[in-house]
């Protein structure tokens, strides 16, 4: 199972760390994805790690802005979320898979556990 935790209300400039927990399975063989949805779009992908943590993927829209990294437990991956934009709004989720390459990380489809989502919130 996978917990996305940690969204809530933050002003643009500012910060957030989401935090995806997992149980049940060994996390480092498993590749972990953050994909969001704002209302009225389609889920899309903003981060991911391969089980390794060599490899990571950032869309476009949050290079430069967003780290995901393995947290301090060894159960959890998080989402550093510095200089938020209001375009940055929607539901954030965590989804895991063992068999997704690395070419296919940033494809929701290739997941197939999901945690439920975590509302983030940026206000301009």
């Known amino acids: 199972q996978l917990q996305a935790s940690g969204g809530g209300l933050t002003q643009a400039g500012g910060s957030l760390t989401l935090s995806c927990t997992v149980s049940?399975?060994?996390?480092?063989?498993?590749?972990i994805g953050w994909f969001r949805q704002a209302p009225g779009k389609e889920r899309e992908v903003v981060s991911c790690?391969?089980?390794?943590?060599?490899?990571?993927y950032y869309s476009d829209s949050v290079k430069g802005r967003f780290t995901i990294s393995r947290g301090n437990t060894k159960n959890t991956v998080t989402l550093q979320m510095n200089s938020p934009k209001p375009e940055d709004t929607a539901v954030y989720y965590c989804a895991g898979s063992a068999r997704v390459i690395i070419s296919s990380l940033r494809l929701k489809d290739a997941y197939e556990y999901w945690g439920q989502g975590t509302q983030v919130t940026v206000s301009s």
């Open positions: 049940g399975f060994t996390l480092n063989r498993y590749a």
């Open positions: 790690v391969t089980g390794s943590g060599a490899s990571t």
